[in-house]
């Protein structure tokens, strides 16, 4: 397998709203990203993602886009965001950025030329379609965001698809002049220096030709229609023309968003044969708690998560492509709340999940916060909530269908992308440090126990061990690259597998309960003597691993000789 920095690093990502805010203004931005470096480079950060931070009417937090090639105000300026790439570069720090070119904002001057009339020369920069019989929608796509995919436009009584907000009209890739300004703005950002682009929604910007209706569900208006959008019929031809006119003139990462990919799927867009990108984010995991929509949750079993990471092990794995590993991010609740236990376990099920991240092949993406194992939060009301995705559901479900407030705020305590959006927690002082103003949502009230202060200076931190895994993985080329098998498949309590790179080995247990647990190793897998690398316990190191009792959430790794 080829080395790549790519698969080397560790990426942190930023959400710059909610990450330091340097005016008062109550919202973060580019100097307080500066001023946060240090803290980064001393976790062992090597690359950032930032989410987008161009200029934005801001319905949904800068995935809204009014101008790509300006910073949005409340961030700072160019001459910011200049200083940020050359203080990164410095440190040795490369820097992803938010590509988001599935949809602009409705206020981005394509759109508002568009929208003027049927012959204007930006009309098929986006999709219009008269209505439908008895004048209604197009067809019967819901959005993203709730309600339907199109919006009537009165100016040229036409409709305008939006699988996100209304604020957000897709983009007609079918059209050659879009994908032409597109190709050239990326590559002014990539002359800029930046290094690479973590491309949003991308495996929808392929819409079905004719865009046909959904089949119809009782009892729903609009239906979710992504077969007719996602991985769509031109996707890999427009990922192919973007790589050969953009992207494979730089050594720089990708990463694209792609909802509702399989394996085989995800490798025709990665596998290094395909020359379009380098790794995916997909959503297999992001939806194991999902029935009818993510806001329906259901109970999973812990032999679910692992048949669904082992399969994206093996699925990409074996030279076929690449793997993020990523447990939380901005649109989805915290990890150690969702998928281990922040009370009585916090620390514990914290670095246990940090190890299986930093332990299975592919790139480790940390969501900021994560490594102070900052958790969800319950606000009281509806009104203190921010996220135009919760927002949508909550009117929808309460006012329109009458459902149970309580109920749906119960779901939105567990699946919000508020959640992740509270204020990143750097003290115990008021607003735990993140502002000295009024901060845009409010921050989560634990921020008195749970900040970066505390976690920098305590050796036991989520922080000090996080420091120790990047390390670990850094030196150790087998956690790294090597191939992934796993053992113990049907265990309820451990997830267990070894990497190995020629004949290098490692071996990972995870003890993914609350209680003591014994562990026996295969009697097939044998060694000669092993070493600790890394564990979330004290251990004493010449424990045979034959067998021995894990603590809750113990995770050990161990390289086998
Ligand atoms: C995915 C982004 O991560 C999310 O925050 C956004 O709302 C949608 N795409 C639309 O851009």
Known sequence: ??????????????????????????????????????????????????????????DDNGYDISDYQ??????GTMQDWDTLLAEMHARGM??????????????????VESRKSKDNPYRDYYIWRPGGEGNCEPNNWESCFSGSAWQHDEQTNEYFLHLFSKKQPDLNWENPKV?????????????????????????????????????????????WGGEYFMNGPRI????????????????????GETPGVTPEEAANYVHEDRHELNMLFQFELMDIDSGNGKWDVRPYKLTDLKRILSKWQ????????????????????????????????????????????HTQQGTPYVYQGEEIGMTNVKFESIDQYQDIETLNMYHEKVNQ?????????????????????TPMQWDDSPNAGFTTGTPWLQVNPNYTEINAKQAVSDPNSIYNYYKRLIQTRKNNLVLIYGEFDELLKDSETFYVYTRTLGDERALIVLNFTKTDQTFELPSDVTYNGFELLISNYDVDPTQDIRTFTTRPYEARVYRLK
């Open 314 to 357: 093996y699925g990409l794995g074996h030279g076929k492509g690449w793997n993020s590993l990523y447990m939380n991010n901005h649109d989805q609740p915290r990890m150690v709340s969702r998928f281990g236990d922040d009370r009585t376990f916090r620390l514990e099920s914290a670095k246990m999940l940090g190890t299986l991240l």
């Open 70 to 75: 300006d910073i949005m105000d409340e961030f």
């Open 236 to 255: 890999h031809d427009y990922l192919r023309e973007m790589n050969e006119k953009v992207l494979s003139r730089y050594d720089i990462m990708t990463v």
């Open 1 to 58: 397998m080829e080395r790549k920095w790519w698969k080397e690093g560790t990426v942190y990502q930023i959400y710059p709203r909610s990450f330091a805010d340097s005016n008062g203004d109550g919202i973060g931005d580019i100097p307080g990203i500066i001023s946060k470096l240090e803290y980064l480079k001393n976790l062992g950060i090597d690359i950032i993602w930032l989410s987008p931070v161009y200029k934005s009417p801001n």
């Open 94 to 111: 490369k820097l992803i950025m938010d590509l988001v070119v599935n949809h602009s904002s409705d206020e981005h001057r394509w759109f």
């Open 401 to 421: 269908q009458g459902a149970d407030p309580a109920k749906v705020m119960e779901s939105i305590y567990i699946k919000g992308r508020d959640n992740a959006r």
């Open 179 to 223: 994908r032409q300004e597109v190709y050239d703005m990326m590559t002014w950002w990539l002359d800029k220096g930046i290094d690479g682009f973590r491309m949003d929604v991308i495996n929808m910007i392929s819409k079905v030709e004719g865009m046909p209706s959904a089949p119809p569900q009782e009892g729903r208006k609009y239906v």
